[in-house]
Each structure stands twice: as structure tokens, then as C-alpha cells.
């Protein structure tokens, strides 16, 4: 996993609340035996008309969104379906941060594993970033510093987030969660076998 | 001992370790997998060097992207063929039991599990599936995943957990007449939002809980993820034990018998606290059917399309606009009588054996509505096995259903099962999202009974005064 510790970049704007993982990556599209190949239908139903054409109307066409780095989205975003797609597709597309009041669980858990930071801001902050963006008319860029956890713009936007110290670090180091675990081989081992003789932590209720 | 609530229970019974900062490392009892969100774990595997360390704790079976009519023909769609493909060598190089097509067990992960008594209760069941939820209708703990956290799951049958904090749903009183699981859970998430119960376990108590069917039981569970948890939990009881006793995978005789004394032990102590804790009246509900373009957007039967200009906050204002453009609805529309094209009864929140059986004596002699085309896909094969012995099937047909194999189907449209543009669909899965059962699909949402006699009728109607 490539390491996030600090990301400078334009910022595009979606705000619309409770968007789902069928709209960030609609089910025809999930049937790739692949992690890659899903940048082209990122949002592919408001990204495109029935006829296939871009929508100039949809946020991440417009001209200034061009080479947006970091998303700006509406509260429980990433909520429904638990497909990993959608976090692929989203990085492949260029995005490292996502920015939200809020974000559904397994959405959250599938970022952290994909080095795709989701931040979370409260309303007020959430509201500044849109207008600043909105005032700029989508010619906005922020840093978004993982070490020092803020967000800032060069003027005068400063926000500081929270984030699970275990997440922070797998995040900032680009750690294999896998081999993580893998590091506790002796506590499985002997949670497994008092699980087999069924005299351990299986019947403890 | 201090008193503890279900949940914490079956938690406390898996953490194998803390980590420092914070997440638990906790035991995984059954790992239920699918063809679409487990190749690029297997192929994790094979990258890594890494083998699947419980493979007799992990079963597989196709059901997302699989057709639903002819079973003796090849998969006409060569990417879904290719993904069927790719999880029966996966299963078969890593030694995981697969229900494949061929297989009369075969059916929805969500309808499978608890049909072959895999499910029971006090695990920890995961699958890469938002839906998982359903389980916890046992009194399991049971979530959804994503797919790097399903190979975590392949390589180590552990996974990281936060620990997520607790939910009480009480559902008082007695539903009436007409009103299911279906109507108690869509009314939940009316009230609380799709993120209502974010970073939750719900605990789903109250007479009217106790009084469901354990099916129904796993109807409610099954959408907690709708409300934003991330499992519900049901205490299991004499319905859950009679319901698993003599399934395949249960334990039987002696070995079942101590298994229920153990069981029986899977309850909220006296005293033990929630996180938070909400209580709803079951006698006062309708029948519930959505509106819009996400469970949260749902009325009593008897209701009318809202009015987004009486809503203050501007967020929720646009989403209800949007959501009315998409669904092609006037503020103010009676619920009742909409005219709909479509019926899909189907899906892991409603296509099981008691789900047909309600819908069923709705169609019973009558004939669907002339434009409305209307679609059966019961949960598993053995569903379908069921309800062809009791005769069901021919109810349906000769009211004019199509009576299909078992699979997701049209509930997320990932086979050839999908609504046209503009067409209105009474459905009983489980999301109304834009564009789920087909780009530009209207899905409205709402129980069997109630999707049938809106196929009949052409509209959708209210089921209490269904004659």
C-alpha cells in the first residue's frame, strides 16, 4: 500500500448527502476478477449520459475538477453495498483524500486498507470547505497533512481531524495489514486451540 | 461478573488479542464468500504466497451475477461466466467448500447459511457482503466486509476490529394484521436515517421481536445495515433452537442439546447498558412502502409523496428533490395507487419459504395486472424445492409470475434481471438507490404481501384491506 503522510491537491466538489456505492461504482461494472480497470466508471451514471457522453452538469466534469486529488462530499458518504470497487475506482481515478462529515463503516474500513484517506470534518468545517470551493469557482486546492491531522488552504482554512491511532499508522506507513497480523501467530494459535477443545473463550458468556 | 449486553458477549468470546491503539483482533467462527467481491482476495493469496488458514471454516456458493432461468445452458454473459469460473478454481486450489450451480443447495449467501444450520448462535460470520447482518438474526454476530478484509479473513481467520459501540431497538406491542418484518424495519430506518445506527450494533428486542419467525427475525436484521450498523442481533430462543435443530450443519443429538444449554445463555443480563437506545410502537405502524431513492425514504401506505419545501435543512431539502425528480413523483401523490410495471419478489431480506408462502395467498386464483410483469426468485434452491412440493409454484404461474432458480437477481440487476428506463418496480430487496435494479429503475420497497397485491392490482395498494 503506497504510504500517505501529506497530499497537496485540487479539491472537487460533490455535495450530495448519502451517496451509495451503487452510484460510485454501479453493479454492472463489478464483475472485473481484477482490482484495476475502474477509474472509466467512476460515478458512471451521472458521469455519463444514457448515450455515453460526458455530463457537463456532473461536478467531476466540469473544467475545474480536472485532476482532482481530493474529493469533498456530503455526510454517510459510501453508504450501502460493502464493494471495495468503489475505493478502487476512486483511487485509480486520481483521489487520495475524501473529505465528509461522515462516512458509512465498511466504506471507512475499506479506505483505510487502500491508503485513500477519508477525513472527517465537522458541519461548520464541512460548510467552509464548500464555500470556499464554491467561491473560487472550483479553482480550490488544500493540503492535507495525515502526520500533523489538518487540513488547511493557503487562505487561512485550518481544520484539525481525528483518526484511530492504529489507522493513522498503518496509513502513514503503508503497512500490510496482513503480515500485521500475522506478527500475533502465537495468539491465534492458542485462541485456536482452547476454541478446539471447547474449554476456552467460546464459552465464556 | 458485571452485566453485559449480547453483543459484548459474543465479542468479548472472540477477541484472540488487543493491539496496541486500539482495534481488537477477533476470531472468525464462519466466513461465508461470493464470486464477486473474493477474487482479488484469492489472487491476494496467490501473490503473497498465502494459503487460506481455515478452509473447513469457509464455504462458498454463486448467487450475485448468476441467471435465474435456464440453469442446463453455459452463462451467456462471458465476464459473470468468467467471474463463476474464477471463484470454482479459487475453491478448489484453496480446498473451501462451493454450492455451485449444479448444486441443489445452492442459493443467496444470506438464505444458504442459515438453511444448512451454519449459522448459529454466539458466532462471529463475516462475508464480503453488506448484507451479512442477516445472521445476526440468531443472535450471531454477523457484518459485511470488503474485499482486502476478506483475504485478512482467508489468510488468518482473524480480523481488526474497532469495537463498535451499542444500539437497543425495541419494538413494543403487536404489529397488526398486515404489517411484517419488513414494515417494523422500514419504519426503523424512516426514523433514524440511513446513518442512524453508523458505528452501531443494533440489539433488536420487544414483544413484537420475540413474536417474529425467526425468518422474519432475519428480515429485520438483514437491512440494519440500511440504517447504517454494522450487524443487528437478535437473543436466540426456543423459535432459533427449533428453527436450527436437525438442519445439516447444526449440531445433533447430545452435542445439540448441549449446545442449546449453552445457547440459552446468549441474552442481555439485567442492567446491562446500551450506547444508546430508541423504542418504537409495532401496534402503530402500517404497512410501509419507500417513496425514494434510499431505505430512509419511507411512509405508512396510507401516506403521500413529502413536500421538500417544508424541509429546512438544505442538504435533506436537495436530496428529496432529487430523489422525486429521479423517482418521477409530485409532492403529495397518495402512495396508494401508484401504477407500477414491474413486481420482484426476491432477494436475502425476502424470498424465503415464509416470504413466498405470504405472498402466495395473495396471488391465490387472480391473475397479475396486464402491463405488469412479475418476477419470483426464491432465496435458495431449496426454497424453490419447498415451495414447488407445496404447490406454490403453480399459484404463482398461473397468476402470471415467472417462476425462476435462485440468486440476488434483480434485487442489484448484476445479471440479465434489471428494470428498463422509467419502469416502477414494487420490490421486496432491499435498496431503492438510484439506477440498483437497472439504470433509471424506480424501486419502491415494501413487504411480499404487499408487492403481490400491487402486481395484481397494477398499483401499489394497502394489504389491510386487500379482499
Known amino acids: 500500500m503506497t504510504p500517505f503522510v501529506r497530499h497537496e491537491g485540487r479539491v472537487a466538489a460533490l455535495p450530495r448527502v448519502n451517496v451509495d456505492t451503487d452510484q460510485i461504482v454501479p453493479k454492472q461494472f463489478l464483475k472485473r ?45 459510501g453508504c450501502g453495498s460493502s464493494r471495495e470497487h468503489a475505493v478502487w475506482a476512486l483511487s485509480e481515478y486520481g483521489f487520495r483524500v475524501v473529505i465528509a462529515e461522515s462516512f458509512a463503516d465498511i466504506f471507512y474500513a475499506n479506505c483505510c486498507q487502500n491508503g485513500l484517506l477519508a477525513v472527517r470534518l465537522v458541519p461548520g468545517e464541512m460548510r467552509e470547505l464548500f464555500a470556499r470551493h464554491a467561491r473560487a469557482a472550483g479553482d480550490y486546492d488544500v493540503v492535507v497533512d495525515l502526520e500533523a491531522q ?51 473463550k467460546g464459552e465464556s458468556w | 461478573m458485571t452485566a453485559r449486553t449480547l453483543f459484548a458477549k459474543v465479542w468479548d468470546s472472540h477477541v484472540v488479542h488487543r493491539l496496541p491503539d486500539g482495534p481488537e483482533l477477533l476470531y472468525v467462527d464462519l466466513h461465508l464468500v461470493h464470486e464477486v467481491t473474493s477474487p482479488q482476495a484469492f489472487e491476494g493469496l496467490r501473490l ?10 469457509t464455504v462458498a ?68 457482503d453488506s448484507h451479512t447482518s442477516t445472521h445476526g438474526a440468531f ?98 430462543d426456543d423459535r432459533t433452537f427449533d428453527y436450527l435443530q436437525g438442519r445439516p450443519r447444526a449440531p445433533a443429538g447430545e452435542r445439540f442439546t448441549r449446545a442449546v444449554a449453552r445457547w440459552r445463555r446468549l441474552c442481555t443480563d439485567d442492567g446491562a447498558a446500551y450506547d444508546s ?13 419507500t417513496w425514494g431513492t434510499n431505505p430512509g425514504m419511507v411512509a405508512d401506505i396510507t401516506g403521500r409523496v413529502p413536500d421538500p419545501a417544508g424541509i429546512a435543512i438544505a442538504a435533506e431539502r436537495e436530496a428529496v428533490e432529487r430523489a422525486l425528480a429521479y423517482m418521477d413523483l409530485r409532492p403529495g401523490t397518495p402512495l396508494e395507487g401508484l401504477a407500477i410495471d414491474r413486481v420482484f419478489l426476491g432477494s436475502c ?46 399459484v404463482f404461474r398461473e397468476a402470471g409470475f415467472e ?20 419502469e416502477r418496480c414494487a420490490a421486496t430487496s432491499n435498496r431503492n438507490f438510484e439506477g440498483r435494479q437497472g439504470r433509471g429503475g424506480r424501486t419502491h420497497l415494501m413487504s411480499p404481501a404487499m408487492a403481490a397485491a400491487a402486481g395484481i392490482a397494477g398499483h401499489l395498494v394497502d394489504i389491510r384491506r386487500w379482499t
Not at chain 2, 48 to 57: K, M, Q
Not at chain 2, 216 to 236: H, K, L, Q, W, Y
Not at chain 2, 277 to 289: M, Y
Not at chain 2, 404 to 418: A, K, V, W
Request: hydrophobic share 40%.
Open chain 2, 403 to 422: 417462476w425462476r432458480n435462485s440468486g440476488c437477481s434483480m434485487c442489484l440487476g448484476m445479471n440479465p434481471d434489471i428494470l428498463a428506463s422509467g
Open chain 1, 33 to 77: 476478477i481484477e482490482r484495476t480497470g475502474f477509474a472509466p466508471v467512476l460515478f458512471h451514471d451521472w458521469r455519463y449520459r444514457a448515450d455515453g457522453s460526458l455530463d457537463p452538469a456532473f461536478e467531476l466534469n466540469r473544467p475545474a475538477a480536472a485532476g482532482a486529488t481530493v474529493l469533498l462530499a456530503g455526510a454517510n458518504f
Open chain 2, 277 to 289: 437506545r430508541i423504542t418504537l410502537d409495532a401496534a402503530s405502524l402500517g404497512p410501509q412502502v
Open chain 2, 349 to 394: 431480506t425476502n424470498a424465503r419459504i415464509e416470504d413466498l408462502r405470504s405472498a402466495a395467498g395473495v396471488v391465490r386464483g387472480r391473475r397479475v395486472a396486464e402491463r405488469v410483469r412479475a418476477l419470483v426468485v426464491p432465496g435458495s434452491q431449496q426454497v424453490k424445492a419447498q415451495a414447488e412440493a407445496e404447490g406454490l409454484d403453480r
Open chain 2, 48 to 57: 503473497a504466497g498465502r494459503g487460506v488458514r481455515r478452509p473447513e471454516l
Open chain 1, 150 to 200: 489538518t487540513v488547511v488552504d493557503d487562505a487561512g482554512f485550518r481544520a484539525t481531524f481525528s483518526i484511530a491511532p492504529y489507522h493513522r499508522e498503518m496509513l502513514l506507513r503503508g503497512l500490510d495489514e496482513i503480515g500485521r497480523t500475522l506478527l500475533e501467530e502465537a495468539h491465534i494459535a492458542t485462541y485456536e486451540r482452547t476454541r478446539e477443545t471447547g474449554n476456552g
Open chain 2, 61 to 128: 456458493t454463486v448467487d450475485h451475477n448468476v441467471p435465474t432461468d435456464d440453469r442446463t445452458r453455459p452463462i451467456a454473459d462471458t465476464l459473470a461466466a468468467r467471474q463463476v469460473g474464477a471463484l470454482t478454481a479459487n475453491a478448489r486450489e484453496f480446498g473451501i467448500e462451493l454450492f455451485d450451480l449444479a448444486s441443489p443447495r445452492q442459493g443467496i449467501v444470506h438464505v444458504i447459511g442459515p438453511e444448512l444450520g451454519l449459522t448459529q448462535p454466539g458466532m462471529v460470520i463475516v462475508c464480503g
Open chain 2, 139 to 236: 443472535g450471531a454476530l454477523a457484518f459485511g466486509i470488503g474485499t482486502s478484509e476478506v483475504e485478512h479473513v482467508l489468510a488468518t481467520q482473524c480480523l481488526v476490529v474497532m469495537r463498535p459501540k451499542t444500539m437497543e431497538v425495541r419494538f413494543e406491542g403487536a404489529p397488526a394484521p398486515g404489517v411484517t418484518a419488513k414494515d417494523l424495519i422500514l419504519a426503523l430506518i424512516g426514523r433514524i436515517g440511513t446513518a442512524g445506527a453508523t458505528g452501531h450494533v443494533i440489539e433488536y428486542t420487544g414483544a413484537a421481536i420475540r413474536g417474529l419467525s425467526v425468518e422474519g427475525r432475519m428480515t429485520v436484521c438483514n437491512m440494519s445495515i440500511e440504517a447504517g450498523a454494522r450487524a443487528g442481533m437478535i437473543a436466540p
